[in-house]
């Protein structure tokens, strides 16, 4: 490895000619698992950080804002989720967060048994003993093919999963999000991880129209991710039930004030927040 990482993520793939660089003080491991090309590197800012096909996927530096976000916001505008589902997340930071909520048993449905395995080892910090946890149900199978199979009802379904691209391409598209909808209740909640749309706008639009037709309630809240380039990120939203995305921050602070969620970037404030669309990206649910 070079002592530079550049990532073409939007320098090729969308064609806008810009690129992420990070210095790399050491390469920690590298694998072309059966799945994708995988490497850890060391870095001066982010710490240790994985990419997965030349895409970064986490950073030990960043990783809290994206992983609280993806699941606090719907297990706690759900209100009484026990049941949750989590696709993709094999570094184990969406399980970690998931696992915080006492009540709740995650079952974490991984397609790459590798990144699981090397994200342990090397950046241990990410699950943080969550694979371990006797709430964990870990499946190592394809996600798309998981839920289309399956006759079990979630509350909350988390989709982490790699762009569009490669293995994860599936998990985008109107067929696994049917699916998706048959696995949970009239008060259940898909989360989807929706790229960054000042790079990636055709992302938030084809999203919008391929869950519009199965969820009376389609739409997206934001977070910024630093090393997800680009200002915000948007995170799908998908529910039968309107209300779930209206709560108060009264509301939501009497639900997370008792669990001493012990988080560094959610909040009853934010959470509320986060919904409030810029109008580049209202814009974009056409
Ligand atoms: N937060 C990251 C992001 O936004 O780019 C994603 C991180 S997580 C490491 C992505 C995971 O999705 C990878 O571990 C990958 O193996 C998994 N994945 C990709 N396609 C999948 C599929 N079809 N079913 C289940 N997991 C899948």
Redesign the pocket.
């Known amino acids: 490895m070079s002592e530079w990482f550049e990532e073409g993520l939007h320098l090729h793939g969308s064609g806008h000619g810009y690129a992420q660089r990070f210095q790399v003080t050491k390469e920690i491991y590298r694998e072309k698992t059966e799945?994708?090309d995988l490497v850890i590197f060391e870095t001066p800012t982010f710490g240790r950080v994985?990419a997965?096909d030349g895409?970064i996927?986490?950073t030990e530096k960043d990783e809290f804002i994206?992983h609280e976000m993806m699941a606090h916001v719907p297990i706690i505008a759900h209100g009484n989720a026990k049941n949750v589902l989590i696709?993709?997340?094999?570094?184990g930071g969406v399980l970690r967060e998931v696992l915080k909520h006492p009540l709740v048993s995650p079952t974490m449905?991984?397609?790459?048994r590798s990144?699981v395995d090397l994200c342990i080892e090397y950046m241990p910090s990410l699950s943080d003993g969550a694979f371990e946890n006797p709430r964990t149900e870990l499946l190592i199978t394809?996600?798309?093919k998981f839920v289309a199979e399956i006759d079990r009802q979630f509350d909350v379904i988390i989709v982490?999963?790699?762009?569009p691209i490669g293995?994860?391409e599936?998990?985008f598209t109107e067929a696994f999000y049917k699916d998706c909808k048959r696995c949970l209740g009239d008060n259940g909640i898909l989360i989807t991880?929706n790229g960054v749309p000042i790079f990636q706008p055709d992302e938030v639009t084809t999203t919008f129209r391929r869950l519009s037709p199965h969820f009376k309630d389609a739409s997206f809240f934001v977070a910024p991710i630093p090393t997800?380039v680009g200002g915000y990120m948007t995170l799908g939203w998908a529910t039968m039930n309107k209300t779930l995305r209206q709560h108060s921050t009264a509301i939501l602070e009497e639900r997370v004030v008792p669990l001493s969620l012990q988080t560094k970037y959610y909040n009853a404030a934010v959470h509320n927040a986060a919904f409030a669309l810029p109008e580049y990206i209202k814009n974009l649910k056409i």
């Open positions: 799945f994708q994985l997965l895409v996927q986490t994206y696709i993709g997340g094999g570094d449905v991984e397609l790459d990144v394809d996600g798309i982490d999963s790699t762009d293995p994860g599936v998990l991880q997800y």
